[in-house]
């Protein structure tokens, strides 16, 4: 990050009305809105035009580029914008030109008839979706080195912000406005709703000037047919790699089909809910990342530009990051991808809800939006403490929020069908998850240098969910397991007890699914959330372990 664009002293909560934080909150408005957009509320269209849910499906893969986004992050870093970087400077014309794209793709998905022209929709909005990560890149290296460390939890928390209010935006008022008109009407509204972000970009204060890091490929002769081989080869290695990596990081095989057809989409069942699932998943990520990989390594024996390109473009910022922490790098990396592992787990709470007696209704007014509120004010209270605490302390206290606020779903199992206890579950939780994101978010920026902030926090974004996002795909089996170990005397029954004052109603439905004791099945539940706040304890020591090393202590 760079000083020049620091702003001034911090001033508690005036910090927040800062050009620079008003900013953020658009941009965060103007990433959220595409995402949404491409896939759920798009397929609610294809739904009502009488598209099958095979082929609905399929659409998934339009958001495959917010997972792999690490993979073109380099360009990003490393590419001027002709004529637009000269009166910009770097990451403000990558803004105008992703949102310029995204806008034209929302046009152009309005003026399409799923009925006749499906394949033409599908194609834009692969499209829209790799603006809307390119988007997503360059606006999180704009707000690294558009702050000081200090602000990056203020400026986390008005990106999340902007975000989380674009994914109602982009969640109800299309469904509005098909009903009162129609989709086209719908979408054409939406491209002109990136005006916002547009004008955001144009607004924003100029970054100090970016620095590209040099590449030496001095003393290799130009070899032309060859190296167009070579790029062909290495970027066909890439296409591949990235796909297989994104179908274990998006937890979906839908992108293998574009490898292997169709058939491959038999693996479905065993990908999500089943034992061997966290391993699918891990294998997808393991050999992606190798693919990619070898493909950005140098040719053995031999220099090409190519390989030295690459192997810069990529390799050069995983070795600044672990040069730069020596010694704690690997704790580093264990805390981010563990840091959320606690929230992540928490996958089967509207099946609890539901088990408990609360019906469609009362989940959706207070998990929808109450707990967008609870959420929202967690962001910034998240981003106030990072202020006033310094980023390692907030650090320290988000990882104990997001491990014990798990606790106060065991009050909520024990009391039953009660609206003022889910209220109280839900206000700690979200406001607990609320606080833990944004300092994750603001230590990550943290972790970045100059000329790789793009391509070292994108890493850092999509790779820091996959733990949780695997050891989630088991929730329900612990659930069940605890359930029928309280029901046949075992290790948890003496977990029944704390069922007796519970409402009558509730864990009845459930446990007959489950074929256990109402009390066994709540059991289970408390079981499962005493283990949800155990695998925190992880990020709270490499909490204080990191932070003890961190110059950033103090």
């Known amino acids: 990050m760079t000083e020049a664009a620091a702003p001034p002293p911090a001033h508690g909560l005036r910090d927040f009305l800062h050009r620079r934080v008003l900013v953020m909150l658009t941009l965060g408005f103007s990433a959220g809105l595409p995402n949404l957009l491409i896939f759920d509320t798009l397929s609610a269209w294809l739904r009502d035009s009488g598209i099958s849910l095979a082929v609905i499906g399929f659409f998934s893969l339009a958001t495959l580029a917010y997972s792999a986004k690490f ?7 490393r590419t001027r914008i002709p004529l637009l970087t000269h009166r910009l400077g770097h990451r403000r014309s990558w803004m105008m030109m992703a949102q310029l794209a995204i806008m034209l793709g929302l046009w152009l998905i309005s003026g399409q008839d799923p009925a006749t022209g499906l394949g033409a ?11 809307g990560a390119t988007q997503d890149i360059v606006i999180d290296a704009w707000r690294i080195e558009a702050a000081e460390a200090r602000q990056q939890g203020i400026m986390a928390a008005a990106y999340q912000w902007g975000y989380r209010i674009a994914m109602i935006v982009a969640g109800a008022v299309p469904l509005a406005l098909a009903e009162i008109y129609n989709w086209r ?91 061997w699932s966290i391993f699918l998943q891990v294998t997808a990520v393991a050999i992606g990342l190798g693919v990619i990989a070898l493909a950005c390594a140098p ?77 929202m004010a967690g962001v910034f209270i998240g981003g106030w403490a990072v202020l006033k605490l310094g980023l390692m302390r907030a650090l320290v206290v988000g990882a104990f929020a997001g491990a014990i606020s798990n606790l ?37 920026s943290s972790l970045t240098s100059a000329g790789f902030t793009a391509t070292q926090y994108a890493l ?40 007796a004052s519970v409402t009558p109603e ?42 003890r090393r961190s110059p950033q202590a103090g």
């Open 71 to 77: 993979l073109w992050a380099p360009l990003v870093d």
């Open 460 to 499: 850092f974004s999509s790779l820091y969910a996959l733990p949780g996002k695997l050891i989630a795909s088991q929730s329900g089996r612990i659930i069940e397991g605890a359930a029928h170990s309280a029901h046949n005397g075992g290790t948890f029954a003496t977990l029944n007890t704390l069922l």
């Open 299 to 375: 040719v053995p024996g031999m220099r090409t530009r190519p390989g030295v390109y690459l192997g810069a473009s990529f390799g050069a910022p995983l070795k600044d990051f672990f040069l730069r922490h020596a010694g704690a790098a690997a704790l580093i990396l264990a805390l981010i991808c563990s840091y959320r592992v606690s929230d992540f787990v928490l996958n089967v709470m509207n099946p609890f809800y539901l088990d408990l007696g609360f019906s469609k209704v009362e989940i959706a007014e207070v998990r929808k939006v109450f707990g967008v509120v609870a959420s």
């Open 121 to 131: 929709m599908a194609a834009v909005a692969v499209f829209v979706g790799f603006a």
């Open 185 to 275: 009407v719908s979408y054409a509204a939406m491209a002109a709703l990136m005006t916002l972000g547009i004008a955001a970009a144009l607004l924003a204060p100029r970054e100090a000037a970016h620095a590209v890091r040099p590449i030496h490929a001095e003393g290799i002769a130009p070899r032309p047919v060859f190296e167009l081989a070579e790029w062909v080869l290495r970027a066909a290695l890439l296409v591949f790699g990235g796909l297989v990596a994104g179908a274990g990081l998006s937890g979906d095989p839908s992108p293998l089909a574009l490898l292997f057809g169709k058939a491959v989409l038999g693996l479905a069942p065993y990908w999500k809910g089943t034992p």
């Open 506 to 547: 509730s864990y009845v439905a459930g446990a007959q699914k489950a074929q256990v004791l109402p009390a066994a099945l709540g059991a289970g539940y408390i079981a499962f959330f005493i283990y949800s706040a155990l695998i925190g304890v992880v990020a709270i020591v490499l909490a204080f372990v990191v932070a």
């Open 408 to 444: 106060v779903f065991i009050v909520l199992a024990m009391v039953g069908h009660s609206m003022p206890a889910l209220f109280m579950a839900i206000g700690i939780d979200n406001v607990a998850s609320g606080f833990a994101g944004t300092c994750l978010i603001a230590y990550m």
